[in-house]
């Protein structure tokens, strides 16, 4: 059984910093690409970044060069690290992996950035 488990969020202030964790389990974490989204109130889910088995990164435009997404293989541990936060990065953030044709996700964990 595949299961994702997010933890990390939280309120912060503007030009402040979160990191985000996800522990798979399920899977062989090392062989599958790995996804952060998120999700605004009355927004569409979007995909804010992923990381290949290879380690190959790719981001959203509107969190490149301040967000940065990472894994451990050992740990089977997904991150993403926050930096410089803006109002609009306010959302739940969900991690998620396509395994055997279907994709999973954890429930969320919100973050809020406001003064």
């Known amino acids: 059984q595949v299961r994702l488990v997010e933890s990390g969020g939280g309120l912060v202030q503007p030009g402040g910093s979160l990191r985000l964790s996800c522990t798979a389990s399920?899977?062989?974490?090392?062989?599958?690409?790995m996804n952060w989204y998120r999700q605004a109130t009355g927004k569409q889910r979007e995909l804010v970044a992923n990381?290949?088995?290879?380690?190959?990164?790719h981001y959203a435009d509107s969190v490149k060069g301040r967000f940065t997404i990472s894994r451990d293989n050992v740990r089977n541990t997904l991150s993403l690290q926050m930096n410089s936060l803006k109002s609009e990065d306010t959302a739940a953030y969900y991690c998620?992996?396509?395994?055997?044709?279907?994709?999973?996700w954890g429930r969320g964990t919100q973050v809020t950035v406001s003064s």
């Open positions: 998620n992996v396509r395994y055997r044709g279907s994709a999973y």
């Open positions: 399920g899977i062989n974490f090392r062989l599958y690409t």
């Open positions: 990381i290949t088995s290879g380690g190959d990164r």
